[in-house]
């Protein structure tokens, strides 16, 4: 009741034990002052608490004022006389923190003022996380941080017989719980993951690698004795190529072919055999040849010589057939068939073959090869030749087959003993065409090829080039015979279809687009590598530019091969024009200019408005240099990205009805381009999108959107058909699945398909039926043509020119695409994976999460609360970042996913 009371009381200094932020939690009691006798005076009904920093106890004495406070305290409960009276005391409880803390320690202080109070206790605490094993991962005590929303970042340390995959972390939040782990340990080779340590693989059991899942046990034919093992050894007689994977049983060489048998034509035998018994346990068997030629009265045997040719091949034949041709005549020889495998250099000695013993029959000579001119006169020429490469015997004669050019039908044929001849009787000034063969007891061989005399006044001794005519005058018939049923088919077929007139048949009548198909003629792809000499295909596809025409202002990017820079080219005659020039860096070899020079080659192939337009080459001086036409907004992904929402869905429809029409071209053209992507389309500034990267080889070695598939080479998985994928079946058809994946980039404005998902995981979603969801605001006709494009029967999928119509369609008629795929109308196939049959619910929230292909996530949502699909129902996008997922991409894929539960649950559909 006395006035202007101030009472103090002063804790000890209390050490905060490197916390940063301190919580106090008070009970006290607390007396209405109304209930006082002789009224309220100066009763109050609160007390102040205050706090001191101090790195030691010499705070204790410092003056009041420098206290700083914390909070004045009010009761929530107060007690009166009455109370008192029974003995009623209501305890009140209030928890205030502090922080950041600076210095070692504090006191706490308490100033009462004029109030009837009991302080009852004072319970002073910080906040941890508690160590943790998590991941085979171990997480020390953690002192939560300053800031009441602060996330620490902890790093674990791997736990015994543990090595890092992805540096483990975890966060300790304010409230001492573990969230959002990231990363993990796994058990190290020859050990495994049982009960959150590594366990040791027993004898007999291996573990190659980290991320192999458990010890297994070794393969057929291998052994170990100890423990740990990462491998096991091969028993004896068995081996393991060097790359065949631990998982593998030792393997052997096979045992020899069986049952080999032969049939010899004249010069050639066929051979043919069994597969061996044995092939060892591995798949990789094939064949390799042996030819010996021997002596039939000395019995030695020596190699067959180069000469021999095998069809079609010597090793590593996969066939259990094999033709050898251009053998002597009348020649012993012996063949081995050996079965090798990929052991069989492990183990020489264990290499087993079957022989075959052939003798060659009587054959003609092989044709005259070489011939040279010698004396010429007005009226007549001598010439010389060698003896055929290949006798088969003794020459008995030769026969020499002339005419004159262009009267094939009127010859002269003289015969000589000996390799030179001279033939009178020629017309002075006119051209001759000479044929020679020979002849043994076996008959004449083939005549030689034709060799040309353009007139009698050319020099002699020079050898001749022969022309490309027949090589045997047998083939004359041939033609005569060919010619004369000619004649007749063509008679036989005007007569049909004068017939057919008669009979009321007219072109009217005729299907008009089996009338285009018979017309309509379509220039075809050229492949630049069937060119023996890749240069001849650049200068025949490549226009060549003087070096001076171009001028090179600035590097826009960099290439494979080198720089790419924008620039002018400025042709005699023409207007200057902006162009992109990719150069060769300094220092290639021949193979990166003849790679690089092939992307010209199959370009300049190309004419349309929706293909990149190549200008042409530099090839004739340093550096060497393809120039194209300048796109000025770049590649259609990062443009859609810098641009998002700034377009309306016309002007995206014209984008991809252009990216259409030159993918029609293409095929057309019989061109599959195997990495059709919004990365590889270039757009101008008037928004046309013209299709580019013709560099396959650079598509299937080193992109980065690759991944290596089962048969060797890479490809871009997230674009790529299934059926390309599995089998590299490049077709039309898997263009067109790669267009629907464009037109997805598309709407999303350059959203990376399949967002943050493994190569792997696509690969799987797509084979079960998974189909990438429609982005927003997309026109349902779009989404659907995107479906039809997805079809996993690629003869189900629209072709281009189907495409280009349905798109054209669409642009005449924009309120077609008014209709949107929103969440009530989207076909989803996340919602009926792994549902029970008819209800479209999910069992538990771990199912509904593996379902959508986000179960990385189950146990954060079971650890903070969402047990149940009731609880997730709940979930908002703030929830989402607070439990820890960042990526936008799993954001969008579980709100969409429980916006469409939530539709279906309006609808009656998904009883949650």
Not at 40 to 69: A, H, P, V
Not at 111 to 126: E, H, K, N, P, T
Request: glycine share 8%; proline share 5%.
């Amino acid at each position: 009741m006395e006035q202007n009371q101030n009472n103090w009381l002063l804790t000890s200094w209390i050490s905060n034990e490197g916390a940063s932020r301190i919580f106090i939690e008070l009970k006290f009691t607390l007396r209405d002052c109304n209930s006082l006798p002789g009224g309220l005076g100066t009763c109050k009904e609160t007390f102040n608490m205050y706090y001191f920093e101090s790195d030691d106890e010499d705070g204790r004495n410092i003056k009041e004022n420098q206290y700083i406070k914390i909070d004045t305290i009010a009761a929530d409960e107060s007690f009166t006389e009455l109370d008192l009276g029974d003995r009623v005391m209501k305890l009140n409880t209030e928890v205030r923190d502090v922080g950041p803390l600076t210095k070692k320690g504090f006191y706490l202080a308490f100033q009462d003022v004029g109030a009837c109070i009991a302080l009852v206790s004072v319970r002073v605490y910080y906040k941890k996380c508690p160590s943790v094993i998590r991941n085979l991962a171990r997480f020390p005590d953690t002192i939560t941080g300053a800031d009441s929303s602060q996330l620490l970042e902890v790093s674990g340390v791997c736990v015994n017989h543990s090595v890092t995959d992805e540096a483990p972390k975890m966060h300790c939040s304010a409230e001492g719980e573990w969230l959002v782990p990231i990363g993990k340990c796994l058990c190290k080779a020859g050990y495994e993951e049982k009960n959150n340590t590594c366990q040791v693989c027993r004898p007999g059991f291996f573990k190659a690698s980290p991320h192999s899942p458990s010890c297994s046990k070794c393969p057929p034919h291998s052994y170990t004795l100890d423990e740990a093992s990462t491998s096991c050894l091969c028993e004896e007689h068995y081996f393991r190529k060097e790359s065949d994977p631990p998982t593998m049983a030792c393997t052997r060489p096979p045992s020899a072919p069986r049952s080999a048998i032969s049939n010899v034509n004249e010069t050639s035998v066929f051979l043919e055999w069994i597969p061996p018994a044995d092939t060892g346990g591995r798949k990789d068997v094939s064949y390799y040849i042996a030819c010996k030629k021997c002596n039939s009265h000395s019995g030695l045997c020596e190699a067959c010589g180069g000469h021999v040719r095998y069809l079609p091949q010597q090793t590593g034949l996969k066939n259990t057939s094999v033709m050898m041709v251009d053998l002597l005549a009348h020649t012993n020889y012996t063949f081995e068939i050996e079965a090798v495998n990929g052991v069989s250099d492990q183990n020489p000695g264990a290499r087993q073959f079957v022989s075959v013993n052939v003798t060659t029959n009587q054959a003609a000579p092989s044709p005259v090869s070489s011939v040279k001119k010698g004396k010429i006169t007005k009226n007549s020429i001598s010439l010389s030749w060698q003896e055929p490469d290949r006798p088969n015997g003794i020459i008995l004669e030769y026969e020499i087959k002339y005419f004159e050019k262009d009267q094939e039908m009127s010859y002269t044929i003289i015969k000589s003993k000996e390799t030179t001849i001279t033939a009178d009787g020629l017309k002075p000034g006119s051209a001759y065409v000479f044929q020679i063969r020979a002849r043994t007891a076996a008959g004449y061989g083939g005549f030689s090829r034709r060799f040309d005399v353009p007139c009698l006044e050319n020099s002699s001794g020079q050898e001749w080039e022969p022309v490309a005519a027949s090589s045997d005058q047998s083939q004359i018939p041939i033609i005569v015979v060919s010619v004369t049923v000619g004649v007749i088919l063509l008679a036989v077929v005007i007569g049909f279809l004068l017939s057919g007139r008669r009979c009321g048949y007219s072109k009217a009548k005729q299907d008009p687009e089996e009338e285009k198909m018979h017309f309509h003629n379509v220039r075809t792809y050229i492949d630049p590598h069937t060119y023996e000499d890749p240069n001849q295909a650049v200068h025949e596809f490549a226009k060549e530019i003087e070096a001076s025409c171009i001028t090179i202002e600035r590097v826009i990017g960099a290439g494979e091969f080198g720089e790419v820079c924008s620039g002018r080219l400025k042709l005699q005659g023409k207007r200057e024009l902006p162009v992109a020039i990719k150069t060769l860096k300094v220092g290639y070899t021949e193979k990166q200019r003849r790679d690089f020079l092939g992307e010209a080659s199959i370009m300049g192939q190309f004419d349309h408005p929706n293909i990149i337009h190549l200008e042409g080459v530099v090839t004739k001086s340093k550096p060497v240099m393809i120039v194209t036409e300048y796109m000025e907004n770049g590649s259609l992904d990062t443009f859609l990205k810098k641009n998002d929402g700034q377009f309306t869905v016309i002007q995206l429809v014209g984008m991809l009805r252009g990216i259409a029409s030159g993918m029609k071209y293409l095929s057309d053209m019989g061109y599959v381009h195997r990495d059709l992507a919004a990365r590889n389309i270039l757009i101008n500034s008037n928004l046309v999108c013209k299709v580019s990267d013709f560099g396959l080889s650079r598509v299937l070695e080193d992109d980065p959107e690759a991944a290596y598939t089962t048969r060797g080479g890479k490809i871009p998985i997230r674009w790529t058909a299934p059926e390309a994928i599995a089998f590299r079946k490049f077709t039309s058809a898997s263009d067109v699945w790669s267009y629907g994946i464009v037109m997805w980039e598309v709407m999303s404005y350059g959203e990376r398909p399949y967002w943050e998902m493994t190569n792997q995981d696509v690969i799987k979603a797509v084979e079960e039926g998974y189909r990438l969801p429609s982005p927003m605001d997309c026109p349902a006709a779009l989404y659907q043509l995107m479906l039809d494009c997805w079809q996993k029967d690629r003869n189900s999928r629209p072709k281009f020119d189907e495409i280009v119509s349905m798109l054209d369609k669409l642009i005449r008629n924009p309120s077609s695409l008014k209709t949107l795929v929103n969440a009530s109308s989207r076909v989803s196939n996340l919602l009926v994976e792994h549902s029970p049959v008819g209800s479209g619910a999910y069992r538990s929230v771990g199912e509904w999460l593996e379902a959508i292909k986000m179960g990385r996530y189950t146990e954060i949502f079971m650890e903070n609360g969402y047990s149940s699909m009731d609880a997730v129902a709940q979930v908002t996008l703030e929830d989402l970042r607070r439990l820890g997922v960042t990526l936008v991409g799993h954001q969008k894929k579980i709100m969409n996913s429980l916006q469409e539960m939530k539709v279906q649950l309006v609808n009656g559909m998904v009883p949650l």
